[in-house]
């Protein structure tokens, strides 16, 4: 049996805050336009990345279990 764990509305929508997209962003937008990051950049655009992909399977599956209810 799964088991259903209840989240606050007002933390549902699973998104990157704003700034921490913008940075994101400006990250891919510099390596897209043939700079080089630094190993520190890349590592942090590559955790934003990670963070962005399972905070969208988040949000996601909450859909799913939001209609099912």
Known sequence: MSEVIEIPAELTPFLLPSAVQKRLQFLLDRQDAGELLTDEERQEA?????????????RLRSQRVTKKL
Request: hydrophobic share 55%; aromatic share 8%.
């Open 46 to 58: 590559e955790g934003l990345v990670e963070l962005s992909d399972f905070l969208s399977l988040l």
